[in-house]
């Protein structure tokens, strides 16, 4: 898996120029790395940034950027792509209450599916990363992910969805609780900033959120999910 990602990298990541590009990092104040004799950003750096950047994007460069990475890395933008990975992988655990159960929970589900191994590698890797950043968004998501995927063997892309009984505090920045956590991890980075961006997006409707926490069961939050990835997809 890439550890390091060029300026231009980065502005594919972005779907932006490299003008554009420059002005966005210089604003983050991202730090290089000299890699191979070129200046490079760290992969981490550039997902935890854009995690909380894309947030923020208008949608038209929201979409643009969730084009751009498809494009990169050889997905077929048409694809209901949440859909089927969130197919057999959503969970509704009944026994979380903290934010470290949420974790224990969601390290032990990812093994289970087989795309991992190292239960304990795994949730140390999603415990420092909320210890980092935390990956909560305003609208009452999280989209949690291991602070250096490097450090974990990954026999497979992964997308899960967890919705536990009751909202938990899970360090949103202005304190609102996290309903539903989002683990993503993907080995390809361009394959992880095109879900992060689609996500987004689907994320910035509070009825698709709130007809996801009203849901029954597992199927029917499913159908909700590929109702609302169509409904964006037909805007492409």
């Given at each position: ?25 210089g ?30 994007l208008?949608?038209?460069?929201l ?16 694809t ?11 969970i ?28 304990k ?5 999603l ?36 919705s ?12 609102r ?6 683990l993503?991890?993907?080995p ?25 926490l ?15 990835e ?7």
């Amino acid at each position: 898996m890439e550890k390091y990602l060029s300026l231009a990298d980065t502005a594919r990541c972005l779907g932006m120029s490299l003008k554009e590009a420059v002005r966005e990092i210089g604003r983050a104040g991202l730090k290089t790395v000299l890699y191979q004799g070129r200046k490079c950003y760290l992969r981490g750096d550039i997902i935890d940034w854009l995690t909380r950047e894309f947030g923020s994007l208008a949608a038209d460069r929201l979409a643009a950027a969730e084009q751009s990475n498809a494009e990169t890395a050889g997905i077929d933008p048409s694809t209901l792509l949440v859909t089927e990975m969130l197919f057999g992988n959503i969970i509704l655990p009944y026994r979380v209450g903290t934010a470290a159960s949420m974790l224990r929970t969601i390290a032990s589900e990812a093994c289970r599916t087989g795309a991992l191994y190292d239960e304990k590698a795994l949730l140390e890797q999603l415990i420092q990363r909320e210890k980092a950043t935390p990956t909560a968004l305003r609208c009452g998501a999280a989209l949690t992910h291991p602070l250096d995927l490097s450090k974990l063997y990954v026999e497979h892309s992964l997308l899960m969805l967890f919705s536990p009984p009751h909202p938990l505090p899970f360090g949103e920045e202005s304190g609102r609780l996290t309903a539903l956590f989002f683990l993503m991890v993907f080995p390809i980075a361009n394959e992880h900033l095109h879900i992060l961006a689609r996500l987004n997006r689907m994320l910035r409707s509070q009825d698709f959120i709130d007809d996801m926490l009203t849901a029954q069961d597992e199927d029917e939050i499913l159908n909700i999910i590929e109702k609302r990835e169509t409904t964006l997809l037909s805007k492409l």
